[in-house]
């Protein structure tokens, strides 16, 4: 995190020192151009309108602030923010529910998740899964959960 005069003299040192690759894309290993349009799913202002949010695997402050700030208006309005991640974070706002979990087996965790929702309707279970606590209180948490699948 540097300053644009900062960026500018660093660029201008590494000219200076006979090198023309500088590159802006931080933390980026694949440049190839990506297929198709990534989309969300629903537009970036409705975040705000969400009555339930269920977050797997994502810093939405540091990665997506412009997320984050609307969840958080979301969650200012009553949302219930569900997250299941491999650590706990400072999200500036209340989570309603919190699976940690090693990224390793975030499948596994979803499976629970789901497991825990069919246990609830009364419906066999997509995939084999243990409805444990966590994931019996984000099932709990409501019947529909927008999911924000961000990288």
Same mark, same amino acid.
């Given at each position: 995190?540097?300053? %644009?005069? !900062?960026?500018c003299? $660093? #660029? &201008?040192?590494? @000219?200076? %020192?006979?090198s023309?690759?500088?590159?802006?894309?931080? @933390?980026? +290993?694949?440049? =190839?151009?990506?297929?198709?349009?990534?989309?969300? #799913? *629903?537009s970036?202002?409705?975040?705000? *309108? %969400?009555?339930?949010?269920?977050?797997?695997?994502?810093?939405? @402050?540091?990665?997506?602030?412009?997320?984050?700030? @609307?969840?958080?208006?979301?969650?200012?309005?009553?949302?219930?923010?569900?997250?299941?991640?491999?650590?706990?974070?400072?999200? $500036? /706002?209340?989570?309603?529910n *919190?699976? %940690?979990?090693p990224?390793?087996?975030?499948?596994? &965790?979803? +499976?629970?998740?789901?497991a825990?929702? =069919?246990? !609830?309707? #009364?419906?066999? =279970?997509?995939?084999?899964g243990?409805?444990?606590?966590?994931?019996?209180?984000? =099932?709990?948490?409501g !019947?529909?959960?927008? /999911?924000? &699948?961000?990288?």
């Amino acid at each position: 995190h540097s300053s %644009l005069e !900062e960026l500018c003299l $660093a #660029g &201008a040192l590494t @000219r200076g %020192l006979g090198s023309q690759n500088i590159d802006h894309r931080l @933390r980026n +290993a694949d440049f =190839a151009k990506a297929e198709g349009v990534r989309y969300l #799913g *629903t537009s970036i202002a409705s975040l705000s *309108t %969400l009555q339930r949010v269920l977050v797997v695997g994502s810093n939405l @402050r540091k990665d997506h602030p412009l997320f984050a700030q @609307r969840v958080r208006q979301a969650a200012r309005k009553g949302c219930a923010v569900n997250l299941i991640d491999s650590v706990a974070r400072d999200w $500036a /706002m209340p989570l309603a529910n *919190t699976l %940690l979990a090693p990224s390793a087996v975030w499948v596994q &965790a979803l +499976a629970d998740v789901a497991a825990a929702v =069919a246990l !609830e309707k #009364g419906v066999a =279970a997509p995939v084999q899964g243990t409805a444990t606590e966590a994931a019996k209180a984000i =099932a709990a948490a409501g !019947e529909k959960c927008q /999911m924000i &699948a961000v990288r």
